[in-house]
């Protein structure tokens, strides 16, 4: 830094720190740029033009420095970097033949992806998070090609991760290290015919799809639907995430009220160890409903070697007390990633890989009516306090339930543009939607009608679908939720939370309180650099060239600089609006 320092002082035309920029500064870019990378890599001439630029920089500087010791100490750095640049490439390419060497004789030449396109592709997950490139993108043709491909991978010293549909919102699929192997399960796709079968445990048979890994969960969804039957993983992100993706996050959705989550419907699972071997999972006992209504989960591993058919010791129980899979009052905790050491599920890929599972399937209710309540007073615990009154009413309701519950909160529903159905002409505060499911369409009209009840006694109106278009209808504002949320960085946060649900409006009123807190100390921080700005600053600093001074410029200037500072001042002095002296300037 202290040559730097000197350096910049004795600064003479600037030219040789030009220079050094630009070197530099390639280096970085193509070092971010995969597209380059594969052109200089490709093209040997590129690579040797652009070297031969390089240095001759340097030289030029050497030539321009005069025997200066702290121009030759920095050209020394910047020679260094631009050698350990030039060797990068033949690392890469012998890199990329050893791994050729290696995953040939497993997979197809076309399964082995190192194209600036593919890596560009991996890059980052649902987060946006980008921190390296991958090395190499792999894409298995089939199970048996994942636990080689694995067990190669690791021959090679590579980190591996596996990648469903990306939309991920941990980060977890993003890689942190250059030499990553993404193994994309994309082409295990195969879902299984919907069947019936005895599970370990379960007296009568029970009804069953299986599926790979890398299966779209819409498209499960489909398949048990043709057959009549309900697929219940069903996150918002249906149409673009995997079963392996599913299982690795335990996902959730709006029928997780009703069944659960994907643990709460997972019959077996299989998947490859990091060594490369196998591993079988099978619940035992299965109470063909939600995992915590047990008090304890029992689950059966069986191990196999590398052939995925030979036994590896002896199977394994596991007993789990559900309270450890699910802290009691939460949906699904999801700090805990151990659960109870029960393999794959909620680990985030980091245990093995996922190739396929079975699941449970469950029985369409005959009648849904969808309800959406609309609220508009500005007292978020009345409004709130529905959610939990809804959930206990339907909770305890013996031939209706609820299958699907969804909190629209104000900000979401002003960036979806809602449409409200009220007859009125502001947007709601908060918005419900909930499917009430049961076999008797009396019953559930009833309790749909109470649901509504219960919202009117807290300030809120609430509206009833019965056919499918009119449900389909209302549903829709919560799909444009996933749409939007690619936009909604600016206020929403991307984290997995879990509450307890009477907890909902404080939780609320807690982000919203550090929003308008964070807002408000951005707000001051500028002022506050623009008033000491003004302050000492006179009238030519803001001369502009080309522009005539006037009496009338220099009146505007001298008017803002001194409301700036007035604004300034009061706003310092009233401190936050949370204060209890604060008095609005
Ligand atoms: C718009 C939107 C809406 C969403 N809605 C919901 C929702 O309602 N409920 C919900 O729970 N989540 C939701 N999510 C989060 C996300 O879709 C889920 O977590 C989903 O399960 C991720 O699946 P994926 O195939 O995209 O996995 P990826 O993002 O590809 O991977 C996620 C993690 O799982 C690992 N992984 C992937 N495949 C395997 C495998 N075969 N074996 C082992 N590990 C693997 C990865 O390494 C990574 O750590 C939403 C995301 C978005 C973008």
Redesign the pocket.
């Known amino acids: 830094m202290d040559h730097l320092d000197g350096l910049r002082v004795s600064r003479k035309t600037g030219q040789s720190a030009k220079m050094l920029l630009e070197i530099l500064g390639d280096i970085w870019m193509i070092s971010r740029n995969p597209y380059l990378q594969e052109d200089l890599l490709t093209n040997s001439d590129h690579l040797q033009s652009l070297l031969e630029m390089m240095n001759q920089r340097t030289g030029r500087i050497i030539a321009r420095a005069e025997g200066n010791a702290n121009v030759l100490q920095l050209v020394a750095s910047a020679t260094e970097a631009v050698k350990s640049f030039a060797a990068s490439f033949p690392k890469t390419t012998a890199l990329r033949d050893r791994i050729f060497q290696a995953l040939l004789p497993v997979t197809s030449r076309d399964n082995i992806d190192f194209s600036g396109r593919g890596r560009v592709a991996h890059v980052t997950?649902?987060t946006d998070w980008r921190i390296e490139y991958p090395f190499v993108v792999l894409t298995p043709d089939s199970e048996k090609e994942v636990a080689l491909l694995v067990s190669a991978c690791i021959r090679l010293g590579l980190t591996i991760?596996?990648?469903?549909?990306?939309?991920?919102?941990?980060g977890?699929?993003v890689p942190i290290y250059a030499d990553t192997a993404i193994i994309n399960?994309e082409r295990l796709d195969r879902v299984g015919s919907v069947k019936e079968m005895a599970i370990p445990g379960v007296v009568e048979p029970v009804t069953v799809i299986d599926t790979e890994?890398?299966a779209i969960t819409g498209q499960v969804a489909e398949a048990a639907k043709k057959a009549g039957f309900v697929f219940a993983v069903d996150?918002?992100?249906k149409n673009?995430?995997?079963i392996?993706?599913?299982?690795?996050?335990n996902?959730?959705?709006?029928k997780a009220v009703l069944w659960g989550?994907t643990l709460d419907n997972l019959i077996s699972w299989r998947?490859v160890t990091p060594d490369g071997e196998w591993l079988e999972v099978t619940r035992l006992n299965h109470n063909l409903g939600k995992i915590h209504d047990q008090p304890e989960a029992a689950f059966q591993v069986t191990r196999y070697y590398a052939d995925g058919v030979s036994q590896k010791g002896e199977i394994e129980q596991l007993l789990i007390p559900s309270a450890e899979i699910r802290k009691p009052g939460l949906g699904k905790d999801v700090t805990n990633k151990f659960l109870g050491g029960l393999p794959?599920v909620q680990?985030?890929?980091?245990d093995?890989?996922?190739?396929s599972a079975r699941f449970l399937l469950h029985i369409e209710p005959k009648t849904t009516h969808t309800v959406c309540l609309e609220f508009f007073g500005a007292d978020l615990v009345l409004a709130v306090g529905a959610i939990v009154e809804i959930k206990n009413y339907l909770d305890n309701h013996k031939l209706a339930g609820c299958a699907g519950l969804e909190h629209l909160d104000e900000r979401y529903v002003k960036a979806i543009g809602y449409n409200t159905k009220a007859p009125r002409g502001e947007r709601p505060k908060m918005v419900l939607l909930a499917d009430i499911v049961g076999d008797d369409e009396e019953v559930v009209a009833q309790a749909a009608a109470e649901v509504v009840k219960l919202a009117a006694d807290r300030a809120g109106e609430g509206f009833i679908a019965v056919t499918p278009e009119g449900r389909k209808r209302f549903w829709a504002d919560r799909s444009r939720t996933?749409a939007i949320?690619a936009h909604t960085n600016a206020f929403k946060i991307n984290e997995d939370i879990v509450i307890p649900l009477e907890k909902l409006a404080e939780y609320s009123a807690g982000v919203e309180r550090i929003n308008i807190e964070q807002s408000i100390q951005n707000k001051l921080a500028m002022a506050q650099e623009v008033a000491t700005f003004i302050e000492s600053s006179s009238f030519s600093d803001f001369f502009v060239q080309g522009y005539p001074s006037s009496q009338e410029g220099e009146a505007i200037v001298l008017l803002n600089g001194r409301w700036l500072t007035a604004f300034w001042k009061k706003y310092k002095n009233a401190g936050s609006p949370y204060s209890p002296h604060w008095t609005a300037p």
């Open positions: 997950d649902a991760i596996p990648r469903g549909g990306g939309t991920c919102y941990t977890s699929g399960m890994a890398g996150p918002t992100s673009a995430c995997t392996g993706g599913n299982v690795a996050m996902a959730g959705g709006k989550t998947m794959g680990k985030e890929g980091c093995g890989l996922i190739t996933a949320a």
